[in-house]
């Protein structure tokens, strides 16, 4: 039998090749589909070869296990093409060969255990490798014969358990400053005040300039293509929605052509210049809010709307610019986990519910005839009216629409079926069809990369352009069926909307010079609602789940948008902020998993293709968008609003908050194993998971009303005080668990640590002087005058034991750690002379690279030996054609 096993500190990939010895084809060659398992494999693995066999001339089995001193090619002894390090091969007489075969399993799977292989890499004698086994043995899992069929395969776990415990032979951790960790975070993130002006700043700077080049580098991928297709037409229907509810809040003073150049703008100055580029910049409620209000305040007073809105943005952009200098953006570590889920769940929830919406409107717009039995009526003509517009003789009134009629010409409907609606009968159920087809598609071919269907480059295709198939394949499906189904309107002109401005606003216009003064008070507010949009989307992104390692810039991010808000004033369009969902599904878009896995093993994540040029080309094509109207006209809304579906659904999607919600309405032992259900009462995450439930709907009901939807940023710091209040209600362990822990928490126990230590010492102290000396301690261990040694335990408990009837050294040598050390003293003394003899007649050679190794239990009493066991060289012959070994003259082999 052969088994080919590899070796890396990271990863471990077992392939198996059973065959007696004398059956071997050693000179056979690697065949293209072994080649192609090579993909599996880490970068830098090494194999260990298993060989067992059965001869005739032997009366007794002969085991050797050899660790070459370096990873050495021979040829084809591996069904991989992978350089060896260890052999181990045991021959022995006929009719043992079933009890070989057990043998050599057995040492696959200890070589395929994580801290064993370490073992063996830096053992230096044999009684090394010897505790190795005898700590796999503490460690190993066994199942009962009768408990599971050998027959079938275990599959792999989604979470291999960490063998850090065992590699650290059972000491407890060092206690970790939490204040200090958390600082250390912090100031790794630039959330900590610099003390000097722009300190962030330059910060982030230097923190993002060395991955500049590589930001345009890493995007040299297929996925990268996927993504930016895929949020272009996410983001350009909502733009050009936000559009046309700007333009209907200010009489076109800002619309869908305003928006599409805000987009190519803000899109792709932010993707050149911004410390996160995975930020999708995009339209907010709060803003459009903010614009109408403003706009209804400028119509009241007779004031220009854009002239006044562009002092606004200047002051907006002072305030950024002052919050940058003093690096205010440190205030995002108090928004945690509690604050940030809360608001990308309600987020996520609105694009369903406006999903939803939009095509239920589609009905409403196109309703279905639900009584095809009764006879319509549409007997109706338009009449001119006494206060018409223009003059009733040059217009046939006939022919006029019922919508133009009353509102173009001022006209006045007349005949019996004038209220009666107008029937379509299939271009809603096709919405409906369309709008379901989309999301089913994109969800199906997502989750095609875990599937067991298809090679793997077929399904990581499949997976990274699942959106696109979807978009692609019901448009062409609306296509060849034909229904009339409502289409996506671009503009088709690159020109203002509304006639009377141009893309330079004059500063003040017809406005008095007092409105350059008067602008900071509104100013404070479009500050707020952009610092709060802005930033609690970048620090969801941001989040250590995504393994970001390229660095945050929320400094500079606030810079460049402050930049930004300025250019968009000058120009009259609209002021884009980061946009949470999108934002999410950007990143979603781009995650990475390992591919060198075990076959059935699941792939790990491993981050995120952090890079700029997805962000920069769907801001670029959103700038084209005007050149593509005739190819872009053809997509139907529906399937737009299926995207959304996805994007909203997707975004749920590893939300912690949203799994809790899930959890409450499942029973216990149908519950999924996560961390903080082990660490925490099921009844105190209930709780907590209740706590924010309600503050979600109150963020929703306050969303959902027009007037109180502009005070919905405020409300978040109000979540960040509501999360503040839950330390009076929860343990610090448990906000840690299921939350992010406050700075002042931990300065605050560490603090109440210190005065705890305090008065335990003085009240030692106190206790010393009452007995007048005659006390010994040792640690909270106390041994009283009267001959008691006292224990403090619990609740102020305290265990008397009488220390006169206790023999320390003969207890001690009852131990079995103390006889296990005895044993091993001895064995090492043994060893050590055996080993002195050895050097004496074995050439001086380099030792290797000795480690600490070790396991909990018995690998912790191994002996360091400062001697080794002495090396052998192995000579090999010369390459014969059929049995290669590989090319060159004879050499010899350190082992």
Not at 29 to 56: H, T, Y
Not at 186 to 212: A, M
Not at 214 to 232: E, G, H, K, N, P
Not at 571 to 577: A, D, E, K, T
Request: charged letters at 20%.
């Amino acid at each position: 039998m052969q088994d080919s096993h590899t070796l890396v500190h990271s990863a471990t990939s077992t392939s198996l090749q059973a065959t007696s010895l004398d059956e071997s084809e050693a000179g056979a060659r690697p065949s293209p589909r072994n080649l192609n398992f090579m993909r599996k494999i880490p970068p830098g693995a090494e194999a260990a070869n298993i060989l067992v066999g059965e001869v005739d001339f032997l009366d007794r089995p002969i085991t050797a296990f050899i660790r070459l001193n370096a990873a050495t090619h021979l040829g084809n002894l591996t069904e991989v093409p992978l350089p060896t390090r260890f052999l181990f091969i045991i021959l022995g007489p006929a009719g043992n060969l079933g009890r070989f075969h057990e043998i050599g399993r057995a040492i696959a799977t200890l070589m395929s255990d994580e801290v064993f292989h370490e073992i063996a890499y830096k053992a230096k004698h044999r009684s090394h490798l010897l505790a190795g086994v005898d700590e796999f043995l503490d460690a190993v899992t066994v199942l009962p014969p009768g408990g599971w069929d050998p027959s079938i395969r275990i599959e792999p776990p989604e979470k291999i358990p960490s063998q850090d415990l065992r590699k650290s032979h059972g000491k407890p951790k060092e206690k970790v400053d939490e204040e200090e960790e958390e600082h250390k975070i912090r100031e790794e993130n630039g959330l900590v005040r610099s003390g000097r002006l722009f300190g962030g700043l330059r910060n982030d700077l230097k923190r993002k300039l060395p991955w500049y080049f590589s930001d345009f580098r890493d995007a040299v991928s297929a996925q990268c293509i996927a993504s930016w297709i895929f949020l272009y037409f996410a983001c350009l229907s909502p733009i050009i929605t936000f559009g046309g509810l700007m333009g209907d809040a200010t009489e076109n003073r800002m619309a869908a052509m305003e928006s599409l150049v805000s987009g190519f703008v803000n899109g792709v100055c932010y993707a050149l210049f911004s410390g996160q580029p995975l930020t999708i910049l995009g339209s907010t409620g709060p803003v459009l809010v903010f614009e109408t209000i403003l706009y209804d305040f400028c119509k009241r007073n007779a004031l220009e709307y854009l002239s006044f809105r562009l002092w606004i943005g200047v002051w907006v952009a002072i305030f950024l610019f002052i919050m940058v200098a003093v690096d205010f953006s440190y205030i995002v570590c108090l928004i945690t986990r509690f604050t940030e889920e809360n608001f990308a769940c309600l987020i996520a929830v609105i694009f369903i519910y406006k999903a939803v919406e939009k095509v239920t409107m589609i009905g409403v717009n196109y309703p279905i005839n639900m009584n095809p039995d009764m006879p319509l009526d549409y007997s109706c003509w338009c009449e001119p009216s006494n206060i018409s517009m223009v003059d009733s003789e040059t217009v046939n009134w006939t022919s006029l629409s019922k919508k133009d009629c009353v509102k173009v010409y001022n006209g006045t409907l007349a005949g019996s079926g004038c209220e009666t609606p107008q029937y379509y009968p299939d271009i809603f159920l096709m919405s409906i069809l369309l709008f379901l087809g989309t999301f089913a598609i994109s969800v199906f071919l997502k989750n095609s990369r875990t599937s067991a269907y298809f090679p793997t480059r077929v399904r990581v295709v499949m997976s990274d352009f699942a959106v696109i198939f979807a978009i692609f394949s019901m448009t062409i499906t609306d296509f060849f069926v034909g229904i009339h189904t409502p289409k996506l309107m671009v503009p088709q002109e690159f020109k203002p909307t509304w006639k009377g401005r141009g893309w330079i606003i004059p500063p003040f216009g017809s406005n008095p010079w007092w409105t350059a003064i008067a602008a900071p008070i509104p100013a404070v507010v479009a500050t707020i609602l952009i610092f709060m949009d802005q930033q609690i989307t970048v620090v969801i992104i941001n989040r250590k789940e995504n393994k970001l390692k390229k660095g945050c810039g929320y400094h500079l991010d606030l810079f460049v948008l402050s930049c930004l808000i300025l250019i968009c004033s000058l120009m009259g369009i609209p002021w884009f902020v980061a946009a949470t969902v999108l934002s999410i599904n950007h990143v979603n878009s781009l995650k990475v998993e390992s591919e060198c896995a075990a076959p059935g093993e699941k792939p790990q994540f491993l981050g995120v293709r952090e890079q700029r040029v997805t962000h920069l080309l769907i801001f670029v094509m959103m700038g084209l968008s005007v050149v593509l109207t005739p190819v872009l006209k053809h997509i139907p809304m529906p399937v737009l609003y299926g995207v959304f579906l996805y994007m909203g659904v997707s975004s749920l999607k590893g939300l912690q908050f949203f799994d809790r919600i899930l959890i409450m309405f499942m029973p216990a032992k149908y519950q999924p194993d996560l961390t903080f259900l082990r660490q925490v009462p099921l009844k105190r995450v209930h709780l907590f998971t209740i706590v924010q439930l309600l503050c979600f709907i109150l963020l929703w009901v306050i969303k959902s009303f027009k007037d109180t939807s502009i005070l919905f940023p405020f409300m978040l710091v109000v979540m960040v005080g509501i999360r503040k209040l839950l330390d009076f209600v929860f343990e610090p362990r448990e906000l840690k668990i299921l939350d992010d822990i406050l700075p002042e928490i931990t300065r605050r126990k560490k603090e109440e640590e210190r005065h705890e230590r305090e008065s335990l010492a003085s009240q030692g102290s106190n206790e010393d002087e009452n007995h007048d000396g005659r006390g010994a301690s040792l640690g909270n261990w106390r041994m009283r005058p009267s001959g008691n040694l006292v224990i403090p335990i619990q609740k102020g408990n305290v265990i008397k034991i009488p220390a006169d009837a206790i023999n320390i050294s003969e207890e001690m040598n009852k131990s079995g750690v103390w006889k296990q050390v005895s044993s091993s003293d001895l064995l090492s003394n043994k060893d050590k002379e055996k080993d002195k003899e050895c050097e004496k007649s074995s050439k001086s050679r380099t030792p290797p690279e000795a480690g600490n190794i070790g396991g909990k239990n018995r690998l912790s009493h191994v002996p360091e030996e400062e001697g080794e066991d002495v090396g052998i060289t192995i000579i090999v012959d010369p390459p014969s054609r059929n049995n290669s070994l590989g090319a060159g003259e004879p050499g010899e082999i350190p082992v």
